[in-house]
């Protein structure tokens, strides 16, 4: 075909269909986690005087450990929340990129007309796990979000891929 032949014009072949990054929620703002953190060490502090003031002054520092404990469990949560997919979809493949909180990027790259979205459906709370599966590999996606928000997402990359499944449209205006 000669290059003026306006089926070859392949601007539309890649266009993306869908496009999502999910990130875990977290809750509690950093203002909030120096707000909690004041309040657990002030309780700690008071408790702990009163016991060196009873003449138990080991438990003192025990107090100590505790606060030092909580913050390190919450700096945790604070680094795990840098995770996140990103998922898009276009007329030729549908690409998940998974980055860990530590930056450990993993990639798997699916052909739309081939994966299917299963999902393991509980009655009482809704959809559990999301999978994209396609001939041998099955790879888990949102696993960070809740029942409804995995519902809205499922529904929503369904109808990307269906978009996918037709195929580029051409319109000429």
């Known amino acids: 075909m000669n290059s003026g032949n306006d089926f070859q014009d392949q601007r539309n072949t890649d266009a993306e269909l869908f496009s999502a990054v999910l990130t875990p929620h977290?809750?509690?703002?950093?203002?909030?986690?120096?707000?909690v953190m004041?309040?657990?060490?002030?309780?700690?502090?008071?408790?702990?005087l009163a016991?060196?003031?009873?003449?138990?002054w080991p438990v003192f520092g025990f107090f100590g450990l505790d606060v030092l404990?909580?913050?390190w469990?919450?700096?945790?949560?604070?680094?795990?929340?840098?995770?996140?997919?990103?998922i898009s979809v276009t007329t030729t493949e549908l690409k998940l990129r998974?980055?860990?909180?530590r930056g450990h990027v993993m990639e798997w790259t699916f052909n739309p007309l081939w994966v299917r979205l299963d999902q393991e459906v509980h009655e009482e709370f809704g959809i559990e796990r999301l999978y994209l599966a396609s001939r041998r590999q099955r790879v888990a996606v949102a696993s960070f979000l809740g029942p409804d928000e995995k519902e809205s997402f499922a529904n929503a990359l369904r109808v990307a891929l269906a978009a996918a499944r037709r195929g580029p449209t051409y319109n000429p205006l």
């Open 26 to 35: 977290r809750s509690l703002s950093q203002r909030g986690f120096a707000i």
């Open 38 to 48: 004041a309040f657990v060490s002030l309780i700690s502090f008071v408790a702990g």
């Open 51 to 56: 016991f060196w003031l009873m003449g138990a």
């Open 69 to 71: 404990a909580i913050y």
């Open 73 to 86: 469990a919450f700096k945790i949560n604070f680094a795990r929340a840098a995770a996140r997919e990103e």
């Open 98 to 101: 998974r980055i860990s909180h």
